[in-house]
């Protein structure tokens, strides 16, 4: 009789939990047991455990094991826990020595050849088993670079089963196995950044993307295809700031659970961009997928740019799932076992046609839509949603010879945005939110207020009714941006003026 024990990481979301795994050799009639509220995916871990073990020339087959994962009754799931409970048995049986691996975390998918296959979500499980106090932690060989970036943490990577054993001081004479790779990143050798002098014309859109990066404002294009909706929504990421180290993490983790994280280019610390196609899912949008419910497009955008292209196309309850992440910046994602949060604090950039042709625009006689099919195109896009976008911008079709300056790069543009930011951080030291956009009504007409006398005009646009009290204030945070892109301390009738131009496009609904 003998007792194995190790230690693998459970992911719920994006928060690791400790799980102890032990093994219990018994004398009796072979058995491998599994125990412990576990899924599927783990009770088939007794089948790659033994064929692993045989593929390094150790049998199992002929032992009675019962391995046990605790805390018993928190559920598991996934195939990371087929290293853990393989090293854990081999200690019971006594191939490696007793107490060996007792402090050592184990993470990987084994093949049935005894290779170690990597796992997705490796940043937050190295991560969680760091802050749990255990620094050692053996990975699959692909995934030791992603466990690397883990301050603290000592990454052993392992081709194969054998490998683990020689680690820990066992014996094994198979030869070392040929490590499985990570798949090649199809994005690698592409431009990392697209550049803002790339647009032609478009100088009250390009206004109003430097506006929307400075303040952290949600963003809606308007304009027939081909008119530059969605270069410019490209290119915002570039005018926003690097991600500091600890969102950095965060987001990197997100990334890492997706499955899409290129570790060999470190920590994302540029702001992501994520642009689902118009027919996306509920599912894929907001995250899930059978069993373990995985992150969306919403928690893959976080600290980023979520962009919606033809969004008036997209599904009605994919629209209508944005608006909680939108205010709470997270977003819930409940299934049978229980809920999962991901973290989901993007800034929304939509584009839309101004109709189903795409054609009316200006004095155009190409669009064959009727006004109750035009009115009723961009109404898909709900009064709550647009109630949470500050800018609204039409984007006219460029004509030849319109742009006679050579249009500014993005360097300098993020350049103005770094130094607005900067200005909004000292303002709200102290306070939860940093960003403009995040500002509320009372703060904005009490300890934020603008010069006296600068909101006259548009106080008669709110007696008129030309503007809803909620548009009030939407318009009071971009003014605040505006100012602060142009160093002033507050601002003035000149500002607020320039915030009512970008909620007065033609073409899209007024509110």
């Known amino acids: 009789?003998?007792?194995?024990?190790?230690?693998?990481?459970?992911?719920?979301?994006?928060?690791?939990?400790?799980?102890?795994v032990e093994a219990h050799l018994f004398s009796g009639l072979p058995q491998f047991q599994l125990v412990g509220t576990v899924d599927a995916s783990i009770r088939e871990a007794r089948s790659r455990v033994l064929a692993a073990a045989a593929g390094i020339g150790i049998d199992l087959n002929q032992r009675k094991l019962t391995v046990n994962l605790t805390p018993a009754g928190l559920p598991k799931r996934g195939p990371s826990f087929d290293l853990a409970i393989a090293v854990s048995a081999l200690a019971a049986v006594g191939v490696i020595r007793e107490g060996q691996a007792d402090d050592v975390v184990h993470v990987g998918e084994l093949g049935l050849d005894g290779r170690l296959r990597p796992v997705p979500g490796v940043l937050p499980i190295v991560h969680a088993a760091v802050r749990g106090g255990f620094e050692r932690v053996v990975v699959p060989h692909a995934n030791a670079e992603e466990a690397a970036l883990v301050a603290g943490a000592v990454v052993i990577g392992a081709a194969d089963l054998g490998d683990v054993v020689r680690f820990h001081g066992g014996y094994c004479d198979h030869p070392p196995a040929e490590p499985v790779e990570l798949p090649a990143d199809p994005n690698r050798g592409r431009p990392s950044e697209l550049d803002m002098a790339d647009v032609i014309g478009q100088e009250f859109a390009r206004r109003a993307l430097e506006?929307?990066?400075?303040?952290?404002?949600?963003l809606l294009l308007v304009g027939p295809p081909g008119a530059g909706k969605s270069m410019l929504a490209a290119r915002l990421p570039g005018l926003l700031p690097p991600l500091e180290d600890e969102v950095a993490v965060e987001v990197s983790a997100v990334h890492s659970l997706a499955?899409?994280?290129?570790?060999?280019?470190?920590?994302?610390?540029?702001?992501?961009?994520?642009?689902?196609?118009?027919?996306?899912?509920?599912?894929?949008?907001?995250?899930?997928?059978?069993?373990?419910?995985?992150?969306?497009?919403?928690?893959?955008?976080?600290?980023?740019?979520?962009?919606?292209?033809?969004?008036?196309?997209?599904?009605?309850?994919?629209?209508?799932?944005?608006?909680?992440?939108?205010?709470?910046?997270?977003?819930?994602?409940?299934?049978?076992?229980?809920?999962?949060?991901?973290?989901?604090?993007?800034?929304?950039?939509?584009?839309?046609?101004?109709?189903?042709?795409?054609?009316?625009?200006?004095?155009?006689t190409l669009c064959s839509c009727s006004p109750a099919l035009r009115r009723g195109y961009l109404q898909k896009l709900s009064g709550p949603i647009l109630d949470r976008v500050d800018i609204r911008v039409d984007v006219p079709p460029v004509r030849l010879g319109q742009d006679s300056a050579p249009p500014e790069s993005s360097r300098r543009i993020r350049q103005r945005v770094?130094?607005?930011?900067?200005?909004?951080?000292?303002?709200?030291?102290?306070?939860?939110?940093?960003?403009?956009?995040?500002?509320?009504?009372?703060?904005?007409?009490?300890?934020?207020?603008?010069?006296?006398?600068?909101?006259?005009?548009?106080?008669?646009?709110?007696?008129?009714?030309?503007?809803?009290?909620?548009?009030?204030?939407?318009?009071?945070?971009?003014?605040?941006?505006?100012?602060?892109?142009?160093?002033?301390?507050?601002?003035?009738?000149d500002h607020i003026d320039a915030a009512v131009k970008f909620r007065e496009p033609s073409l899209a609904v007024a509110a």
């Open 259 to 364: 499955g899409v994280l290129d570790a060999r280019r470190g920590l994302l610390r540029r702001p992501p961009f994520v642009a689902p196609h118009h027919s996306a899912s509920v599912a894929s949008i907001v995250g899930g997928g059978p069993g373990v419910a995985l992150p969306g497009a919403m928690s893959r955008a976080h600290r980023g740019v979520l962009f919606l292209d033809e969004a008036p196309e997209f599904n009605r309850g994919v629209l209508e799932a944005l608006r909680q992440p939108l205010e709470d910046g997270q977003v819930c994602v409940a299934r049978a076992f229980g809920s999962v949060t991901y973290p989901a604090r993007f800034q929304l950039v939509l584009a839309a046609n101004p109709c189903p042709c795409g054609q009316f625009y200006g004095r155009s």
């Open 1 to 20: 009789m003998g007792i194995g024990r190790t230690r693998s990481v459970n992911l719920i979301g994006l928060h690791g939990e400790l799980i102890e």
């Open 418 to 493: 770094l130094q607005a930011r900067q200005a909004q951080r000292e303002r709200c030291q102290g306070e939860a939110f940093r960003l403009n956009a995040d500002l509320t009504g009372p703060q904005l007409r009490s300890r934020w207020n603008p010069a006296p006398g600068a909101t006259q005009e548009l106080d008669k646009l709110l007696d008129r009714g030309l503007i809803s009290l909620r548009g009030y204030d939407r318009v009071l945070r971009v003014a605040w941006t505006i100012a602060d892109l142009t160093g002033a301390d507050r601002p003035d009738a």
């Open 211 to 218: 506006v929307a990066a400075a303040g952290g404002h949600h």
